[in-house]
């Protein structure tokens, strides 16, 4: 048990006869391969993203996410440099 595959969203061991999913190197229940922020299972064929740290999101949640954070960018003008020759 110490040793055996462990799932990366619950770190709870995973017994060689049961059935999972795989993203990269990460392992995981069939349960447990589902998006962070809105809960979905995630199925065979979904688009999804893997965060470095082995999360899984949804291409919808991600998506809705980029956006907001390029709208709060954009919101933000960009900071003035004055030079020596213009003081």
Excluded at 12 to 35: E, N
Excluded at 45 to 64: A, H, I, N, Q
Aim: with cysteine; glycine share 6%.
């Amino acid at each position: 048990r110490r040793f055996g595959t462990k799932c990366t969203a619950c770190q709870q061991g995973i017994p060689p006869t049961q059935v999972v999913r795989k993203a990269q190197d990460f392992v995981y229940h069939l349960h447990c391969f589902a998006c962070i922020i809105c809960s979905r299972q995630l199925a065979t064929g979904d688009e999804f993203y893997l965060m470095e740290d082995g999360r899984l999101v949804c291409k919808e949640d991600y998506e809705t996410a980029k956006q907001n954070d390029d709208s709060e960018a954009g919101a933000k003008r960009p900071r003035t440099t004055i030079t020596a020759k213009q003081l």
